[in-house]
């Protein structure tokens, strides 16, 4: 079986269409995460992928120590969702 030039007219749209619509937003989705991650300081107001609201109470490498209502717990930063605002909090 030879390779034909034309063959590439259907290899190269299937390749940009997979790299714009699956790599190129998780990409943007990450660098997000990541700037979030970065500006989170202590008091800051977040939600968690298991849907529990908490305060951060210190950020030491991957671990982010939160704070329910005076305990203390411990999560990775893989395990926080969003940075929340007081406004979209109430709603919730």
Request: glycine letters at 6%; hydrophobic letters at 45%; a positive charge.
């Amino acid at each position: 079986m030879k390779f034909a030039p034309t063959d590439l007219m259907f290899i190269l749209p299937m390749i940009a269409i997979i790299y714009f619509m699956i790599f190129l937003p998780k990409k943007k989705e990450q660098q997000a995460l990541d700037k979030m991650f970065g500006s989170l300081k202590k008091g800051d107001r977040v939600l968690t992928h298991s849907g529990m609201y908490g305060e951060v109470a210190a950020i030491k490498d991957n671990v982010i120590t939160l704070k329910f209502d005076g305990v203390r717990i411990d999560f990775n930063k893989s395990a926080i969702s969003k940075a929340v605002e007081e406004k979209e909090e109430a709603k919730a």
